[in-house]
């Protein structure tokens, strides 16, 4: 593809405001998580502009025009999903499945068809809406939508009372208000998972440079830098939080982004 010098000049806008940003929290002008969270409810709550469906994954993104990008993102991560419950020797089916941050449904109409009753957890109720009319479009397995805001994520657990075979988790993380704040939707997905059942959760790794630690400013202007975890840290993290690590496979760059891994975690019958 061709780059024009307008998309030089907007590369180079969102280099400097990175660095900006990053400069001040090193110096300790940190925003508080009450402040970043407010930040976020507020950005995901407003459907704007093409930039923001892009962000939720909504099909008709123009980054998803004339490409296979959004279909694929669903494809892959079923067949990562597939080898990771055969490496740890994941037999039950997937009755239900809860994808938290579920988005324009990319991952939803990939594992929908598989399962007896899906659950779509967000903060918006546009993309919601939308997830719901893609599974809708792709298989007959019954949508539930659950709404929740950033501040309150544990409100889910009053709507889904039921415990499910799969926890899904894809492109979240790395837009959460802080490293401290995972822990919380850790412990939700513990409580949510039935004895044996499997998550796949989606982070961004930090490979230890100053440029990958978490953000912690500005949410609207870099969400998707605003949290990331050491790879030992998150695996230590999820231990602490009741789930099991089987195994982590890291994707150094795809058509997204980059550095990416993906937890393989269970919940033993004992918790």
Aim: charged letters at 25%; proline letters at 6%; glycine letters at 6%.
């Amino acid at each position: 593809m061709r780059t024009t010098p307008i998309d030089q000049a907007k590369r180079l806008a969102r280099h400097t405001e990175e660095l900006v940003q990053r400069s001040l929290a090193a110096v300790g002008a940190k925003q508080s998580q009450r402040r970043i969270s407010a930040d976020a409810q507020d950005y995901w709550h407003r459907p704007a502009d093409d930039r923001w469906r892009a962000n939720s994954h909504w099909r008709g993104a123009s980054v998803f025009d004339e490409n296979d990008l959004w279909s694929a993102i669903g494809r892959e991560h079923l067949e990562l999903f597939e080898r990771g419950a055969r490496m740890t020797g994941f037999t039950r089916s997937w009755d239900r499945i809860v994808d938290w941050g579920c988005g324009g449904g990319a991952n939803a109409v990939a594992f929908a068809p598989r399962a007896e009753h899906y659950i779509g957890v967000d903060i918006s109720g546009e993309t919601l809406k939308e997830c719901e009319r893609q599974v809708a479009g792709a298989c007959e397995t019954p949508f539930t939508p659950v709404s929740i805001d950033v501040d309150a994520p544990e409100a889910a657990l009053r709507r889904i009372t039921e415990p499910c075979d799969v926890f899904l988790s894809f492109y979240v993380f790395e837009l959460i208000p802080t490293p401290e704040y995972g822990e919380r939707l850790l412990r939700i997905a513990t409580r949510l998972l039935a004895p044996g059942g499997l998550a796949l959760i989606q982070i961004k790794y930090d490979p230890g440079s100053w440029w990958t630690r978490p953000r912690r400013r500005n949410y609207r202007s870099g969400l998707a830098e605003m949290t990331t975890y050491p790879i030992a840290a998150f695996w230590e993290l999820a231990e602490r939080c009741g789930l099991k690590p089987e195994t982590v496979q890291l994707v150094p760059r795809n058509a997204l982004d980059r550095h990416y891994a993906y937890f393989f975690l269970s919940k033993p019958d004992a918790v």
